[in-house]
């Protein structure tokens, strides 16, 4: 059964700093892995989308990287802002079960 | 720019009571899915549907929760009879292709049970 974790839970920096926010998964055999974006008590938005067959993929101030064999991504961004504050989710396709199976998230606060 | 539609955007009902959810994907998504988050954690996938077939619903109540999409278009999610536990937002998303698209998600209905 595929299991995905986020680390750190929770995580507050000062604006302007660069930061990493961490995925890993069980299962290695996925179709694609996709970073979201989510406010409170709002929906999600799709940040980035890595096909099992890619390294990386990159928007504005945002770099999602896959290592399928490690069962690890991460998301970079860039220059933070107030604005980037939302919760972060990580979520894998599964080759076998071809459903999305999402980590708890990280939590992002940017402090001014 | 083409979204994923839900209403209500809340919901507060009593307990034993029916409640059902809509939504309407974008145009032209063959691929649609149930999601259950509660507070805290990552989405749940409960049904997901191939134009009006379902594909999995492995994860859904099946004694209390329904799900029915008659035209491979929009969707309703139906709660009979509501419990405590059922207190969640429930997301709707879709996608072109199951095992390539970008899901996009709908904003969400937020469930409260008392």
């Known amino acids: 059964k595929q299991e995905v974790t986020q680390i750190p839970a929770a995580l507050s920096v000062p604006e302007g700093e660069n930061l990493v926010l961490n995925c890993s998964f069980t299962?290695?055999?996925?179709?694609?892995l996709q970073w979201f974006r989510q406010d409170p008590g709002k929906g999600l938005t799709s940040l980035l989308l890595?096909?099992?067959?890619?390294r990386e993929q990159t928007s504005g101030r945002l770099n999602a990287s896959l290592d399928k064999s490690s069962g690890r991504s991460t998301l970079y961004i860039a220059a933070s802002q107030p604005g980037d504050s939302a919760t972060y989710l990580c979520?894998?396709?599964?080759?076998?079960?071809?459903?999305?199976?999402f980590g708890q998230g990280t939590r992002l606060t940017i402090n001014p | 720019e083409a979204e994923v539609a839900q209403s209500p955007r809340y919901k507060i009902t009593e307990k034993s009571q029916a409640v059902a959810f809509w939504c309407d994907p974008i145009?032209?998504?063959?691929?649609l899915y149930w999601y259950r988050q509660i507070l805290g954690q990552g989405p749940e996938l409960l049904v997901q549907?191939?134009?009006?077939?379902?594909?999995?619903d492995s994860q859904l109540p099946k004694d209390r929760f329904s799900a029915e999409r008659l035209k491979g278009v929009d969707s309703t999610l139906k709660i009979q009879p509501a419990e405590l536990g059922d207190s969640a937002m429930y997301l709707c998303?879709?996608?072109?292709?199951?095992?390539?698209?970008?899901?996009?998600f709908g904003p969400g209905t937020r469930l409260l049970v008392l």
């Open positions: 998303a879709s996608s072109l292709e199951a095992t390539r698209g970008t899901q996009y």
């Open positions: 299962d290695s055999a996925i179709y694609n």
């Open positions: 890595i096909q099992s067959s890619q």
């Open positions: 979520a894998v396709l599964g080759a076998e079960a071809q459903k999305l199976v």
């Open positions: 145009s032209g998504h063959a691929t």
């Open positions: 549907f191939q134009d009006e077939s379902v594909v999995d």
